[in-house]
């Protein structure tokens, strides 16, 4: 038995850390946090102090028994959780539920993992630090508090099953308002000059005018008054410039370079981050600091000079602009500068570099570059052109990166011709464009990213977790809007002579921008109306200042939850007694033929129109939304022919066919058989013809290909890529073969690979009872009976999992059966 046992959170930590300690050490896993507040209470005693309710989850009862045993026989127990407050109170957690003796605990920290991190954070223990812990709790309690005591408002006020949360709901508030905007804009167009001049060496370059014209008729008119016109340069400047890099990243300028360069969503970059820190090439990857210690600069300096060389080193800090940031920490930047890049999993090898590029770029020396303004002089009129370009005359930092821009009008500055003033230019063509206002963009999970750090709201570790649940939540999706075109007008003068042409742009596509929904909005809506400070961006920047005290004593945590209570539980009471019921209704007119009024709102199944109100004599009609309509901006008409739907177009080989809408879209009905209908296609447009095309196609995709086992074998392409079926089995088909083509052995190589791993990954099979045990992902196993399934802990040891022991782990989970209360007969006195 080892004499010191290191308790980490995650698997893949333990292991990178096993390496640098000796065989005295034993490493063992947590697996996160091994107690919580209960799922199905409150778990705070809001009467009193807030004092936390905590409790061992089911599934961590064996890792708790485990590392209880090990504890017991060891010498010394060193808590090495993550050094944020999260990673504090898993420490707190561990030294609390395993009845650990202070003497013989130790709590460790360190920012990367490498053998000198461990070696020096064992050198350099500490106690657990109980300020960290309360700002953890005070984050974790205020969090319950609120999604508790306001997730029943919502479901008696809006609809059932929704939830609210502190900062979920505050960053779906930003999205609803920046759509809100986007809505209420109102294009305005005017005209904007370019051109295009040659020098007396005949080299070309473009320019433009510094001022835009109202109308067309101004825009002509300017375009004429250059016809005969002679030009020439009026000024010439040139400029000597720098442009330093950026500073290494942090949390969120990671999360925000890596959606704008390698398109990763926030969750994805956090994932092989943690991948990338816990396999020791990374320093810790929840840091609002941009600082670099000392030995890091001096790695940095070591490996710019023998790759770059000496004139590219430029050694520098940075001191960071977030609110709360902990500049005791560092910036995220690799463990060991002389790595330029690692050969593992593609997406965590691009994420490396990246990272890389960035803190090696931050100590190079500035790009020197020289900028030149011209401007260009017309013969008969004032107005003056102006063209600007950039030479690099020495790249730095440039050499390896340059921060990318969420400006999605910024336009590159190039290299300007050699010229020099009272030269005459040549004009080749003047054109002047109809160009309209934009409305504000969209935001992307960069860009949300972005706004909540400069407002001061959440921390580094709360940004993906956030993202994540207001679309799990279906409050906000990624959207999909096409666009729609649009028509503009060029003029162009050239050769004296002045040309108009109509010409077509596409606009309003947003593809992967942050969307709220129709339920986004109405909870938005309600909470704003109702719990406006609870949804105040200064009072949620105010709350993470509070807890940013807490972490340095500051503050007492209980104070600061008693003071938030006092005013917030008596308003969630008066909300739940006095406030009306929020559906979202827009009333759009009058139903021609019954004379009745047509509203949009949100029902129980979702958004709906509906013709008539329940004060009517007759019960009102419904019809459901497509998934591409909102309740804000639908119209009366798109409205009404809802209505016309489902719709009949006729039969074919004997059974009917209607066209309907349904949850996920419009879709043709052939029997049993359901076909979606192409994107963009109208349910109301498609004819019988149209239908039975389609049917045609879907027949045809469905028709087997071969007879493997006298079974068929069919083929299709589904959201996860190309598959076969057979035997009720899908299988993959990856890029190893020709799909288009796939031969007689392809097929059976492939039916015979599945059936392999299948058998390989039934680790028990109790055919009799119909139960089995199956390897699951990440190293866990599951029990399965029918359609019930226990995911089992990596700590289970399945090889010893009896029959017994299988049935006792499905009937917890297994769903208790209500029994109906009979009613008494006896009478109420």
């Known amino acids: 038995m080892a004499k010191n046992l290191v308790i980490v959170e995650s698997p893949a930590k333990a292991k990178t850390i096993e390496k640098f300690l000796g065989k005295d050490f034993k490493v063992e896993s947590s697996f996160g946090h091994i107690s919580d507040l209960p799922s199905k ?30 504890a017991k026989n060891s010498d010394m127990v060193w808590l090495a959780s993550d050094e944020d407050r999260e990673g504090e109170a898993i420490a707190w957690h561990l030294a609390e539920t395993l009845n650990l003796d202070k003497a013989k605990t130790k709590r460790i920290v360190f920012h990367e993992i490498t053998k000198t991190a461990i070696q020096k ?30 997730s029943p408002v919502l479901w008696r006020k809006v609809k059932g099953g929704l939830s609210a949360g502190r900062v979920q709901s505050v960053s779906v508030r930003l999205i609803v308002e920046r759509e809100r905007e986007i809505q209420d804009f109102k294009p305005v167009a005017s005209y904007r000059i370019d051109a295009e001049f040659s020098n007396e060496a005949g080299q070309s370059f473009k320019a433009k005018l510094p001022k835009t014209f109202s109308t067309k008729e101004e825009a002509y008119k300017f375009l004429e008054s250059n016809a005969a016109a002679t030009f020439k340069v009026a000024d010439l400047e040139k400029k000597p410039a720098k442009k330093s890099p950026a500073a290494p990243f942090t949390t969120s300028t990671l999360q925000q370079e890596a959606s704008r360069k390698l398109y990763f969503s926030v969750s994805k970059t956090m994932t092989l981050a943690q991948r990338l820190y816990e396999s020791g090439l990374i320093t810790y990857m929840r840091t609002d600091s941009v600082n670099l210690s000392d030995e890091a600069r001096k790695g940095a300096q070591k490996e710019i000079e023998s790759a770059f060389g000496s004139k590219y080193s430029k050694p520098r800090n940075y001191s960071g602009k977030s609110k709360g940031a902990q500049e005791a920490h560092e910036a995220i930047r690799p463990t060991d500068f002389s790595l330029h890049s690692v050969d593992i999993d593609r997406d965590q090898s691009r994420l490396y570099d990246l990272i890389w590029k960035r803190a090696i770029a931050s100590q190079m020396s500035e790009a020197e570059l020289e900028r030149t303004n011209v401007k260009i002089s017309a013969s008969n009129h004032k107005d003056l052109f102006t063209a600007n370009g950039e030479v690099i005359t020495f790249d730095g ?8 821009s969420d400006d999605e009008d910024a336009e590159q500055e190039g290299m300007l011709p050699a010229m020099k003033t009272n030269e005459t230019l040549h004009n080749n063509y003047i054109t002047a ?11 992307t999970e960069a860009s949300l990213v972005k706004q909540l750090e400069e407002l001061g709201i959440g921390r580094p570790s709360t940004y993906a977790p956030t993202i994540s649940t ?15 075109e649009r028509n503009y007008t060029q003029l162009t003068l050239k050769k004296g002579t002045v040309k108009d042409k109509v010409l077509t742009e596409k606009v309003g596509s947003d593809k992967g921008k942050l969307v709220p929904t129709d339920i986004g909005m109405i909870v938005t809506d309600f909470l704003v109306n109702h719990f406006e400070h609870i949804l105040d961006y200064n009072f949620t920047a105010k709350v993470e200042e509070d807890f940013d005290d807490i972490a340095e004593g500051k503050e007492d945590w209980t104070k600061m939850m008693k003071s938030f209570y006092k005013d917030f539980h008596p308003q969630v009471e008066h909300v739940q007694e006095n406030a009306d019921r929020e559906s979202g209704e827009r009333v759009l007119g009058t139903d021609p033929k019954t004379g009745k009024q047509v509203s949009v709102r949100l029902g129980k199944f979702g958004p709906m129109v509906q013709i008539g109100t329940v004060d009517d004599d007759e019960k009102p009609q419904f019809a459901s939304l497509s998934p591409d309509q909102q309740l804000n901006t639908i119209t009366y008409e798109e409205a009404m022919d809802l209505f016309q739907l489902p719709k009949s177009l006729g039969t074919y080989k004997g059974e009917n066919i209607e066209v309907n809408n349904g949850r996920f879209g419009p879709y043709v009905r052939f029997g049993k058989k359901f076909v979606s209908l192409p994107k963009g296609v109208d349910p109301l447009s498609v004819e019988l013809d149209d239908a039975i095309d389609l049917i045609k196609e ?17 083929k299709g392409k589904g959201r996860f890529g190309p598959f076969i079926k057979w035997n009720n089995m899908f299988i993959n088909v ?30 028990h099979n ?13 190293g866990r196993h599951n029990i399965i009976k029918g359609k019930t399934k226990v995911e089992l802990d990596k700590s289970v040891d399945v090889s010893k999992m009896t029959l017994e022991k299988a049935q006792a782990l499905l009937e917890q989970k297994a769903p208790k059966k209500k029994t109906a209360k009979k009613k008494s007969t006896a009478k109420k006195k």
């Open 433 to 443: 464009t109809e160009r309209y206002t934009r409305p504000p963009y969209r935001y």
């Open 766 to 778: 109790w055919e009799e009872e119909g139960i089995r045990v199956e390897k699951a992902r990440w």
């Open 397 to 404: 930092f440039l050499k390896v990166y340059l921060e990318g």
């Open 121 to 150: 954070a064992i050198e350099n223990p500490r106690d657990i630090d109980y300020h960290l812990v309360d700002a953890q709790q005070a984050r974790r309690v205020l969090d319950r508090i609120v999604g508790y005591e306001l």
């Open 734 to 763: 990856n890029n190893k073969y020709d799909w288009d083509d796939l031969s007689e052995s392809d097929i059976i190589e492939l039916i015979e690979n599945k059936i392999q791993k299948d058998i390989e990954k039934v680790v």
């Open 470 to 484: 207001i679309q799990n939540r279906n409050y906000v999706e990624k959207g999909s809007v096409e666009g729609v």
């Open 698 to 714: 879907k027949e045809e995709a469905d028709a087997p290909i071969y007879t493997y086992k006298n079974l068929p074998v069919q």
């Open 41 to 70: 209470e409150l778990g705070v005693d809001v009467e009193g102090d807030f004092k936390p309710k905590y409790e061992v989850s089911r599934d961590k009862k064996a890792v708790v028994k485990k590392l209880k045993d090990l």
